[in-house]
């Protein structure tokens, strides 16, 4: 019964990311969530665990198991499940992308500007990666991950930074919970299909830091506001399909 405790761990977050059970709320009992999923008690128990090593719930004595405010406990690793559950509100899905993109973006001007020297020795190989990028069908949405991640992984390896991986290594995990983000973020390549060879050129042409930190932001912020709109449109368009009755 794992498959189906993941499943109710999974309908239970998306309720508690969408505000349905209030903070500080008690969920249901074991036995209530039960004949709510028509699973056998250990099903449920299962469920809870995951929710409480995500930290959305806490068990109390005397209270049951009790909802926390996702604000205050939650982390990066939680933001797949909170777009999705805010996917059927484009506005509100939408501002979690620009958060988040704007967090990347902050990330990478930053440690583009403190390893500025290891990216320059790696120019030639980052510049042969960005020809494949740039070779790629711009309807290619695979391919054209493909050769995003190529590049992003051949960077974390070359500035060896952990935690800015960490920063990055949310973004695929999005695509796999949310395939309407993947698309909108690799509508890019129909806007802009230089974006590495800005991004590269600007690390090599500028010395000055703050110069440096400021155009890579924009090099991204371009990328990033078409992603955002993007993102937005195609929750809308789903929802109105959604809502259409059926022809």
Do not use: F
């Given at each position: 019964m794992k498959n189906m405790a993941e499943s109710i761990e999974r309908r239970l977050t998306t309720a508690i990311l969408r505000g349905e059970y209030v903070v500080g709320?008690?969920?249901?009992?074991?036995?209530?969530l039960a004949i709510q999923f028509k699973v056998n008690p250990s099903t449920v128990h299962r469920a809870l665990k995951g929710l409480e090593a995500t930290r959305l719930i806490s068990p109390r004595r005397g209270s049951g198991v009790v909802v926390n405010d996702p604000n205050l406990v939650s982390d990066l690793s939680l933001m797949p499940?909170?777009?999705?559950?805010?996917?059927?509100?484009?506005?509100?899905?939408?501002k979690l992308l620009e958060e988040l993109l704007q967090v990347r973006r902050l990330v990478a001007a930053d440690l583009s500007v403190r390893c500025r020297g290891k990216i320059i020795k790696q120019a030639s190989?980052?510049?042969?990666?960005?020809?494949?990028?740039?070779?790629?069908?711009?309807?290619?949405?695979?391919?054209?991950?493909?050769?995003?991640?190529?590049?992003?992984q051949f960077l974390r390896e070359t500035i060896g930074h952990t935690v800015g991986q960490l920063v990055m290594n949310v973004m695929p995990q999005i695509y796999k919970r949310v395939p309407e983000v993947e698309e909108a973020c690799y509508y890019w390549a129909q806007k802009n299909n230089t974006f590495f060879f800005d991004l590269f050129d600007a690390i090599e042409s500028i010395s000055d830091e703050d110069l440096l930190r400021k155009r890579i932001e924009e090099v991204f912020l371009e990328v990033d506001t078409v992603s955002v709109k993007r993102f937005k449109w195609l929750l809308a368009r789903r929802q109105k399909l959604k809502d259409s009755p059926a022809s």
């Open positions: 709320a008690r969920l249901p009992t074991v036995r209530e499940a909170w777009i999705e559950a805010l996917s059927d509100q484009p506005s509100k899905a939408a190989q980052l510049n042969a990666l960005a020809e494949v990028a740039h070779a790629v069908p711009k309807n290619d949405i695979r391919s054209l991950r493909k050769a995003d991640i190529a590049i992003m």
